[in-house]
């Protein structure tokens, strides 16, 4: 007869690894189903439709001269995007210095928490940078490419890159869990999180 093994009697790595092994898993398995998803069908998600919405508007742009629209428009997503990273870094600095004076010093494994937190904020923080250093790049390009092609694969990756800035800050919240909350409180995040992520990534109706 198989008998239950009690929770307790578990060692405490394998209580700790079995739910963040578990988030993390389901975190990496619904984007490489995405991944999946739009190799299928180009219109599928949200992230792909935006991109093409970009290159369409990049082409009406080179098509009726609008520089000045293009200009002005570049300018709103430039400042927004500049305005996230910087946000996403000030609560990095505050995060950090929490996480560093409670559980950072303590143990390899809080230690490994805190990397986890810090590694995502700043990729998230990264991501938002070059998309609008990408923006910035196109609207010189603008006036003086008249090309198809150069301009529009720019704002298809400043698109992807702010794309994954706001991804990332959301995963990081997620790692701001564990090492604040603990396991579970993770994992549950994590499935919460995914849920979140099937309708945001939903395309435009």
Same mark, same amino acid.
């Given at each position: 007869?198989?008998?239950?093994?009690?929770?307790?009697?578990?060692?405490?790595?394998?209580?700790?690894?079995?739910?963040?092994?578990?988030?993390?898993?389901?975190?990496?398995?619904?984007?490489?189903?995405?991944?999946?998803?739009?190799?299928?069908?180009?219109?599928?998600? #949200?992230?792909?439709?935006?991109?093409?919405?970009?290159?369409? #508007?990049?082409?009406?742009?080179?098509?009726?001269?609008?520089?000045?629209?293009?200009?002005?428009?570049?300018?709103?997503?430039?400042?927004?995007?500049?305005?996230?990273?910087?946000?996403?870094?000030?609560?990095?600095?505050?995060?950090?210095?929490?996480?560093?004076?409670?559980?950072?010093?303590?143990?390899?494994?809080?230690?490994?928490?805190?990397?986890?937190?810090?590694?995502?904020?700043?990729?998230?923080?990264?991501?938002?940078?070059?998309?609008?250093?990408?923006?910035?790049?196109?609207?010189?390009?603008?006036?003086?490419?008249?090309?198809?092609?150069?301009?529009?694969?720019?704002?298809?990756?400043?698109?992807?890159?702010?794309?994954?800035?706001?991804?990332?800050?959301?995963?990081?919240?997620?790692?701001?869990?564990?090492?604040?909350?603990?396991?579970?409180?993770?994992?549950?995040?994590?499935?919460?999180?995914?849920?979140?992520?099937?309708?945001?990534?939903?395309?435009?109706?």
């Amino acid at each position: 007869i198989i008998q239950t093994i009690p929770v307790q009697m578990l060692p405490k790595n394998i209580i700790q690894t079995i739910p963040v092994g578990a988030g993390i898993f389901a975190l990496v398995k619904y984007h490489t189903n995405l991944q999946k998803k739009e190799e299928a069908d180009s219109s599928s998600t #949200w992230r792909s439709v935006q991109a093409k919405t970009r290159v369409q #508007w990049s082409q009406f742009v080179r098509e009726t001269e609008g520089w000045l629209y293009a200009i002005q428009t570049l300018r709103n997503a430039i400042t927004a995007n500049t305005f996230l990273a910087t946000t996403v870094l000030s609560l990095l600095t505050v995060v950090s210095g929490k996480l560093w004076t409670t559980n950072v010093r303590g143990t390899p494994y809080a230690q490994l928490q805190f990397a986890a937190v810090a590694l995502t904020m700043l990729r998230s923080a990264y991501e938002f940078l070059q998309s609008a250093r990408l923006m910035t790049h196109a609207g010189f390009m603008f006036p003086v490419e008249p090309e198809e092609g150069k301009v529009d694969n720019i704002m298809r990756r400043s698109s992807l890159s702010q794309w994954l800035g706001l991804r990332w800050l959301y995963i990081g919240g997620s790692m701001l869990v564990w090492a604040g909350l603990g396991e579970f409180p993770f994992l549950i995040t994590s499935l919460l999180m995914v849920r979140f992520f099937n309708k945001i990534d939903r395309p435009p109706a």
